[in-house]
C-alpha cells in the first residue's frame, strides 16, 4: 500500500500561480509513475498531467492540452515528491487535484484514464477567482 499525500492547495487570483506537492512516504514502491488529475464539481475526474519514472532523470512529462505551456510537473526522487507547477492560472482550473501512482506501468509516458493508477491521494482544493 503506498499513502499519497497532496499539499499546497488554496485560492488565488485569476493570472496567479500555484504549487501542488504530491509526496510519497520513504520506501514506497522503487518505481512508479505519478499522475495528476483534477475533479470540479458535478464534473468526471479528468487527467491534467503525469511524470514517468526514472532512476537517472526527472523522468518524461505528459500533459493535457487544457494545462500545456501553464503546468509543469517536477519529479525530485531524493524527497519522494512530485511536484505540480500551476502558473498563469484560470477560473476553469478550480477542481480538487489528486495525485495517483502508477506502479504496473512506470515507464509509460501517455496513460489518461484513472482505472492505469494504483494509489491515489486524498486531494487539495484548487480555486481560482476571477
Known amino acids: 500500500q503506498m499513502q499519497l499525500v497532496e499539499s499546497g492547495g488554496g485560492m488565488v487570483q485569476a493570472g496567479g500561480s500555484l504549487r501542488l506537492a504530491c509526496a510519497a512516504p520513504?520506501?514506497?514502491?522503487?518505481?512508479?509513475?505519478v499522475g495528476w488529475f483534477r475533479q470540479a464539481p458535478g464534473k468526471e475526474r479528468e487527467f491534467v498531467g503525469r511524470?514517468?519514472?526514472?532512476?537517472?532523470?526527472?523522468?518524461?512529462?505528459y500533459y493535457a492540452d487544457s494545462v500545456k505551456g501553464r503546468f509543469t510537473i517536477i519529479r525530485d526522487n531524493a524527497k519522494n515528491t512530485v511536484y505540480l507547477q500551476m502558473n498563469s492560472l484560470k477560473a476553469e482550473d478550480t477542481a480538487v487535484y489528486y495525485c495517483?501512482?502508477?506502479?504496473?506501468?512506470?515507464?509509460?509516458?501517455?496513460?489518461?484514464?484513472?482505472?492505469?493508477?494504483?494509489?491515489w491521494g486524498q486531494g487539495t482544493q484548487v480555486t481560482v477567482s476571477s
Open positions: 495517483a501512482a502508477d506502479i504496473r506501468n512506470p515507464y509509460s509516458v501517455v496513460h489518461v484514464i484513472k482505472e492505469a493508477y494504483d494509489y
Open positions: 520513504k520506501g514506497s514502491s522503487s518505481s512508479y509513475a
Open positions: 511524470v514517468t519514472w526514472s532512476s537517472w532523470s526527472n523522468g518524461t512529462t
